[in-house]
Each structure stands twice: as C-alpha cells, then as structure tokens.
C-alpha cells in the first residue's frame, strides 16, 4: 500500500537520491500504526496546497415526484481546502562506507541509517494522527464509557460504536490503560487470521470484526489520556493523511568526507473533513473509561 500511494507521488531529484530515500518512506508508512488503512485514509496530492473535493451532507435528492426538481445540484458539492508542510530527513554517505561497500560486494552500508529515519518518520507522523483525532471529536455519553472494572469494555466500545449510526466505525484507538482492560477481557475470543489482516493492531473487536490499536500518542493528550477510547470511520473519513512531493537535495561536504542527502516530505494529516450539524468530526466519536 505504502509503495502505490508514494510512487504516484513527484520526486524532485534524481534516481540515485530516490534509491536512498523510497525504503524510509515505505517502511515508515508501514510501521506507523495510526495511518493504518483502517483509520487513516491516505491520499496523493501533486502539490502544497489546494482543495479536495467531496460530496455535502445532502448528496442525495430523496423521493422526487415526477418532474421535482433536485435541490443538491447547488448544495451537494463542498471542498476541502488543505496546505501541506514538510518534515525533513537527512543521510550521510560517508566515503569510508562507499569504498567499503563497493570493494567488499556487501549490501547497502546505508541500512541502519534508513531504519533511524523510518523510525523517526513513523513516530512524527503517529503523533500528528493521534492530534487529529482528537482535534474536534464527538462525545459519547458526555465522555464516559464506564467503569472497566466492572463493565465488559466488549459492550462499552459496542454501545460506543452503535451511535455512529451509517458511519459505523472500522477501527477503534486507545490509550494504554484502556488498552490492558480491552485486551484482557477480549482474551482468546480474537481469530488470528482476523487480526493478521491488520499490521500494528493489538487486538480484534470480536463481534464488530474490527482492529483495535492501542497507542501511547493518546496516552500524551491529556492527563487521562491512557483512558481515551476513539471509534474511527475511515470512510468519511475520520483522518485524511494527504502526501505531496518530495523534494532532494545533496552535497559534499570535504571537512567531514561524506555526501551529505536531504530530503523535504510535504506530508500532513488532517480531521473534521466532514462535520456533524455542531462542526464536530463525523468519522470520530470519543470517550474515556474509568476503573473505579
């Protein structure tokens, strides 16, 4: 998935640059747990800024008469109107590991460094997801999901999950402490074939049939954030991770005997694409558990 969104995607430079720089990108989409497809929804946009379109809350003109004329031909279409901005990574080649390389026939001596910056790159980006989410969600039950201890977290996400109406959710993200109460009473009941469909997800919802993925970026939201509980709708879609290009640059530095390979990502996710009649997000509703 990450090789389809990011090879549609203008790479300004040269194959040599891109060659070093398509593994972080790749493993770096793959290793982040929120932009899981079953969440995030990804996009490639060709730019820095500009506007998606997409369809009003009223697409559908319902039960016309014969001859009624239909009011969404002018209501139907809205936009969503986005600016990108950029993280940036850098490698170093030094001439030790070229020379190195070459005479002995190994692989790439750049591995580790590309492994760092993946790394790097999937936590900045899990982060700016789990701000998302939590930008301008809905509340269930005015925030309260229950009492853990006492309440199966099955029910409580199910119930949680049911108010969502037509946007049924197909994910679900917590924090930690939520996260140890859900796993533990979900226990076995989870099929594994089920949950190896979904890379990074800790755990199945047994009847709903959908990942859960369990976080420490909820934990750093707030003070309770290890209570947070979000139902996601990938297909409003709750989170929209948009991807630009991707811009490179090297140069030699002679005082440290290395090129030196700098790469700007435009990459930048955004919620509330859709919004409720109060200006909340559609494809995300949240709550906190408690356990006393």
Do not use: C
Request: overall charge negative; hydrophobic content about 40%; glycine content about 8%.
């Amino acid at each position: 998935m990450a090789d389809g969104v990011y090879t549609e995607i203008k790479f300004y430079g040269t194959f040599a640059q891109k060659r070093l720089i398509m593994p972080v990108i790749t493993d770096s989409f793959e290793m982040t747990p929120l932009n899981s497809p079953a969440i995030t929804r990804t996009i490639p946009l060709n730019a820095l800024r500009g506007t998606i379109p997409i369809l009003g809350n009223t697409p559908v003109a319902s039960q016309l008469r014969e001859l009624e004329e239909s009011v969404t031909a002018n209501k139907g279409l809205e936009g969503f109107d986005v600016q990108l901005l950029k993280d940036r990574v850098r490698l170093s080649v030094t001439d030790e590991a070229e020379i190195e390389t070459m005479a002995a026939g190994m692989g790439s001596m750049m591995t580790m460094q590309q492994a760092q910056n993946a790394d790097a790159l999937a936590s900045n980006l899990n982060k700016l997801i789990a701000t998302q989410l939590d930008t301008t969600p809905q509340l269930y039950n005015s925030g309260d999901a229950g009492n853990w201890a006492s309440v199966k977290p099955t029910l409580a996400v199910g119930k949680m999950a049911a108010t969502m109406g037509i946007y049924k959710p197909t994910a679900i993200v917590m924090g930690t402490l939520a996260g140890e109460y859900y796993v533990d009473a979900v226990g076995d009941k989870v099929s594994l074939a089920n949950l190896a469909e979904w890379r990074n997800a800790a755990t199945m919802h047994p009847t709903l049939n959908i990942p859960v993925y369990i976080s420490t970026d909820i934990d750093d939201l707030d003070a309770s954030g290890n209570k947070m509980v979000f139902a996601v709708s990938n297909r409003v879609p709750g989170v929209l991770n948009v991807v630009g290009a991707i811009k490179a640059h090297n140069e030699y530095d002679a005082n440290k005997g290395a090129d030196i390979y700098t790469y700007n990502i435009w990459r930048t996710p955004f919620s509330n694409v859709r919004q409720t009649s109060g200006n909340l997000n559609l494809g995300v509703i949240k709550a906190y558990m408690s356990e006393t």
